[in-house]
């Protein structure tokens, strides 16, 4: 394996979690039977420019062609992309004569607020069955995996955009350079670009290994991800802190031919990385470690719960959750089933481990003794959906950053 950023080969390990199949691969019940494909889950850090990484073993087109994860079904993360959009409009002056594209445009969630806004908008989504949630929404959908030869063909047809929205895209890309290429080429000479990935930072200080998936090629530093950027002349000018995904960062840049100086707030995050030692190589060795920990306090508290009689199930079917299952071996003796609003899901199984994936309903008519939350990073959604356990004194718990009770 070489660096897709540097094309060094001096890659260190710093997570094996072992092999797995790929986490939105979910079985139908006529799949059971047949061979499952895994594939190593192996995070490196290149020594010289400090991506994390894994090898690209599978391709976007296995993972995206068909997906199973909506944005829509988190009304979370909606509201995230209101908040965001009624933020562009106001901070780049956005109107009826702007062009906003987005990249993994998914199902529609974010745009949909763009379009209401009154403002040109396009999105380009690889996803057949989720780009065509969005065109019911009436928000204008390209289906295809961006490269630059359609990056050109966008700009020739509807102009050069003022904004680009890549949430949670750049991660899935393995040829980062091209794709970086490709957003450059979307974008106005003195337009923005705006960025969200989850931050290394907590992926590394506090353990959040589960977000660690074969669809995730990479994962950044504000430090690696400046370096990304800067290969197809862009340059980072501000970032945001957010809550979303257990912490992420929102990066903002703009063609370095524009000029603009860097904010306070750069300067403060990259402080703050190398203060956590994660622009050197030893910080990064300590994530090991905090994943073991939280493998070995979930498997203590379920097999105590099954010692004991309770019924313990899960809620929602993640990509996240089931590279905890996987990594943690819980098989239906340990989490009877779990449960999701998608209804993609319902009728399937989790992959590797074969958890039945149910509707959120099943909650209510088992009553079980205790829910296990997959998607943790959503703890306050969750602890009020679920807040109707108590009626049966229900206890409702998150695995990371550390294995702890909701306060229902």
Not at 68 to 97: I, P
Not at 99 to 114: P, R
Not at 144 to 151: E, I, K, S, V, W
Request: one cysteine or more; glycine letters at 6%; aromatic letters at 8%.
């Amino acid at each position: 394996m070489r660096c897709r950023l540097c094309d060094s080969d001096r890659l260190l390990s710093v997570l094996d979690l072992g092999a797995t199949p790929p986490c939105e691969r979910f079985l139908t019940a006529a799949e059971l039977d047949d061979p499952e494909p895994t594939y190593p889950l192996h995070l490196r850090l290149c020594t010289d420019c400090l991506l994390l990484q894994i090898p690209a073993l599978i391709t976007p087109e296995d993972t995206f062609t068909e997906y199973a994860y909506f944005s829509s079904y988190s009304d979370t993360w909606v509201e995230h992309a209101r908040q965001f959009v009624d933020e562009a409009v106001r901070r780049l002056s956005l109107d009826s004569n702007s062009l906003v594209v987005e990249v993994a445009s998914n199902d529609g969630y974010l745009l949909q607020h763009v379009v209401q806004a009154g403002i040109p908008c396009l999105g380009i989504e690889p996803s057949v069955n989720v780009g065509a949630a969005a065109r019911d929404r009436r928000v204008p959908t390209r289906t295809a995996f961006l490269d630059q030869d359609l990056a050109v063909a966008i700009r020739a047809e509807h102009g050069p955009a003022d904004l680009v929205v890549a949430n949670n895209v750049y991660a899935h890309i393995p040829d980062l350079l091209g794709f970086t290429q490709s957003l450059r080429a979307l974008l106005a000479d003195d337009g923005w670009l705006s960025i969200e990935v989850h931050h290394a930072l907590n992926l590394v200080d506090l353990g959040q290994f589960d977000t660690v998936y074969h669809e995730h090629f990479q994962y950044y530093t504000l430090l690696s991800a400046a370096r990304a950027l800067a290969t197809a002349g862009l340059a980072v000018v501000d970032v945001e802190l957010l809550l979303t995904h257990g912490g992420s960062i929102r990066i903002w840049a703009r063609p370095d031919s524009f000029g603009a100086a860097p904010s306070a707030r750069v300067r403060e995050v990259l402080r703050a990385e190398q203060q956590a030692g994660l622009h050197d190589v030893d910080g990064y060795l300590r994530l090991a470690p905090l994943a073991e920990s939280v493998r070995h306090d979930l498997l203590r508290f379920l097999l105590e719960c099954r010692s004991h009689g309770k019924t313990v199930v899960g809620y929602g079917a993640p990509g996240k959750g089931n590279t905890l299952l996987n990594y943690c071996g819980i098989r239906t003796d340990l989490l009877g089933y779990t449960v999701d609003r998608n209804p993609y899901k319902h009728g399937r199984f989790t992959p590797g481990t074969r958890i039945p994936i149910l509707e959120p309903e099943q909650i209510a008519k088992d009553r079980p003794d205790v829910v296990l939350a997959l998607p943790w990073n959503l703890e306050p959604e969750l602890t009020e959906q679920l807040r109707f356990i108590t009626e049966w004194g229900g206890e409702l718990m998150f695995p990371l950053p550390r294995l702890h009770p909701a306060a229902l």
